[in-house]
């Protein structure tokens, strides 16, 4: 396995990973609440933050703004869908490992749906990426979303470390996966990962005392940080939001010293 390396995607061997992918995912309705952040401009402003360890987009927003941006590390997600058709859990493979590293990428991602009809076929696109990644030594972050026919709670404890462990299993660097509803479980799923590391995925907005709680209480568990869209560019200071996120993960602080940062 390729050694987690400090230098790259984590400060102080913590990540925060602004996800910003939810255009082509859910489509701009997730923009709605706050209307500015349809810009994309708006949100690789947002990812300049110092909380943000990465930022995940899709390959057409990395090649209209990356070159802006040389300071905000590029994770690039090499496959994506739509919410527009309905079947069995899919994405499609849009981006090469070798086209990410040219546009820039500093990592790369992949979305495998554990469970789905279409698994075996997500794992064998993983292999390749996989292995093009450890050829341009890029770390990968496995979107690990157990989902579709074969799966009854894709959030339970036992899910969720199996999530973990496919990640592990199929050479991740790093897993990112649901909060599976207690620190206990989490822990689970982060001893099912072993060396691969696991960051919680963020979820629906919810409040900012609720978020923060999960988060505190996922990386107590052993998790080493989040990755995080709607509950923070869905929100009017979504930096204020990164100033409490940066104290919980980097500098251990309460949930309520957090608040009154
Ligand atoms: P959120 O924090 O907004 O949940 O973003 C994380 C993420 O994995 C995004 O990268 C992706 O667009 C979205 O969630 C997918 O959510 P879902 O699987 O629930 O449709």
Redesign the pocket.
């Known amino acids: 396995m390729r050694p987690f390396d400090d230098s790259d995607l984590s400060r102080d061997g913590k990540v925060l990973i602004l ?1 910003y ?2 255009g082509l ?2 489509g701009p309705v997730d923009f709605e609440d706050v209307p500015e952040t349809m810009d994309p401009e708006r949100v690789w402003d947002v990812a300049t933050h110092d909380a943000v360890t990465a930022f ?1 987009v899709q390959k057409g927003i990395a090649e209209a703004y990356a070159d802006d941006y040389p300071d905000v590390n590029l994770l690039l997600k090499l496959n994506g869908t739509s919410n527009l058709w309905m079947g069995e859990p899919d994405s499609a493979v849009n981006c090469s490992v070798d086209y990410a590293a040219e546009v820039g990428a500093g990592a790369v991602g992949f979305t495998l749906y554990g469970g789905s009809n279409h698994e075996v076929e997500m794992a064998e696109e993983f292999r390749d990426i996989q292995e093009d990644a450890r050829e341009h030594d890029l770390p990968v972050v496995m ?1 690990s ?1 157990p989902r579709g026919q074969g799966v009854k709670d894709d959030t339970s404890p036992s899910t969720i470390a199996y999530a973990a462990r496919q990640a592990l299993e199929l050479g991740a660097d790093i897993a ?1 996966v649901k909060y599976p509803g207690s620190p206990d479980a989490m822990a689970h799923a982060v001893d099912a990962a072993g060396p691969t590391k696991v960051v919680m ?4 907005k919810t409040s900012d005392e609720a978020f923060l709680s999960s988060v505190k209480d996922a990386i107590d568990a052993g998790a080493v940080g989040l ?5 923070v560019f869905q929100r009017e200071e979504p930096e204020k939001m990164l100033d409490a996120l940066e104290a919980v993960i980097y500098e251990e602080a309460s949930v309520d010293a957090a608040l009154e940062h």
């Open positions: 996800a992918d939810h995912e859910h995940a979107w979303y990112k995925s963020g979820g629906s990755a995080v869209g709607r509950n």
